[in-house]
């Protein structure tokens, strides 16, 4: 808009000053209207360059630029917490991959080295599997020699213990996740303060005292609210995952257990 306004001064003032010209003898154009086309010039060639500056600019480059606006004391914990929580997230995705398993096939093995061999390959099988699953069957397995009913309380007790090791630190990536927006929110608290302080002091109401507190409490709730936002995803994904392994533990342990009494019944 300040580029269209300019070149219509311009071009305003160009053609009075022509239809004077034709009406009188030429003239040289009078001071306030140079200084006019002069000013108007000066902000075309202001606001193209400050244009282009900003076009060549990288979204990182601006990212960091906002990040240094909203103040390192606060920006850097709300960074810490990201940091820390992709760092847990990323763990316990990569657990959570090598800890799934397919429980059918595991199972097929199992019953198959279970019937041609016996309770010990049925176990050295559940030793070469990987997986919580896998864990599981070797714990009944290894109770079976006393009763179904001991190898039962062990495939429950042991589930209790896998999932607690596919539940680790996951609440630390909810307790970032509050976090990250209340340290955003109380910036913007300390901002605001900050800028009710500068009003006082100056005694009027000026916005250009009021500005930088203003800006540094939005860009400090932005980021916080980016920084939850991003982790909530991990969060809720690491959540599906471990709903679906345990699914499948608890359909395992039954199939386990009447794996169990079908061998026992044979024998």
């Known amino acids: 808009m300040k580029k269209l306004f300019s070149i219509m001064a311009i071009a305003a003032i160009l053609f009075a000053g022509i239809s ?3 009406a009188n003898v030429v003239q040289p154009l009078p001071s306030n209207a140079q200084s006019l086309i002069t000013a108007a010039t000066v902000t075309i060639i202001q606001d193209e360059a400050s244009t282009t ?3 060549n600019k990288s979204w990182h480059q601006k990212l960091k630029e906002r990040f240094v606006e909203g103040g390192p004391a606060f920006m850097g914990i709300v960074l810490i917490c990201l940091i820390l929580g992709l760092a847990i997230a990323i763990e316990r995705i990569i ?5 799934t398993t397919n429980t059918k096939k595991l199972a097929q093995k199992v019953e198959d080295a279970l019937n041609s061999g016996g309770i010990e390959a049925a176990k050295e099988v559940c030793r070469n599997t990987p997986g919580p699953v896998a864990s599981i069957y070797y714990q009944g397995l290894d109770r079976a020699t006393e009763s179904v009913d001991a190898a039962e309380k062990a495939v429950i007790s042991y589930g209790g213990v896998q999932m607690g090791q596919l539940e680790k630190n996951v609440s630390w990536i909810s307790l970032f996740i509050a976090l990250a927006p209340m340290l955003g929110f109380m910036g913007t608290v300390i901002g605001m303060i900050d800028a009710f302080d500068k009003i006082q002091a100056a005694g009027d109401m000026n916005p250009s005292l009021v500005a930088g507190g203003i800006k540094i409490a939005l860009l400090t709730t932005v980021f916080g609210l980016i920084v939850a936002i991003i982790l909530q995803i991990f969060y809720n994904y690491i959540v599906a995952k471990i709903d679906s392994i345990v699914n499948s533990m608890e359909d395992a342990s039954i199939t386990l257990i ?4 079908d061998y026992k019944n044979k024998n």
């Open 258 to 261: 009447d794996m169990l009494v």
């Open 95 to 99: 657990y959570l991959n090598l800890s």
């Open 53 to 55: 500056v900003e076009e």
């Open 20 to 22: 004077n010209a034709n």
